[in-house]
């Protein structure tokens, strides 16, 4: 379930890059984030490896910032693909709205540099 957002606001929505561009799709609808659109922007967990602590952690951190069903998809997000390197990302939008993301390496690259942290 990597390049997703896994909770709050567009929960479900693919993450895609194109160039530095970064974009949330979802069917047909497909939205632009940029530098200006984000308050906020904090790594939760870059994990590498499978073990029990990762979805017990990220379990934690999702139910802190979005209650039960964030307790649920951080700990869902966190058990599968051993050895993969996977990120899970939080923004928060200028308007208030907010988003657990769950990216790869190549995709979390990009974010770096557009938020520019």
Known sequence: MKNKVVAGDFQNWDIIC??????FMHRLTKEEITKNDIARF???????E????KPLLAGGIGSAMFGLP???IGAAAA??????????????????RK???????????ILFRIFGI
């Open 18 to 23: 194109r160039g530095n561009r970064l974009y």
């Open 42 to 48: 904090e790594t939760v967990s870059d994990v590498s």
């Open 50 to 53: 499978h073990s029990l602590w």
């Open 70 to 72: 964030g307790m649920m």
């Open 79 to 96: 058990s599968g693909g051993r050895g993969s390197k996977s990120f899970l990302v939080s923004l928060e939008f200028i308007d208030g």
């Open 99 to 109: 988003s657990l993301l769950e990216v790869d390496k190549a995709i979390y690259k």
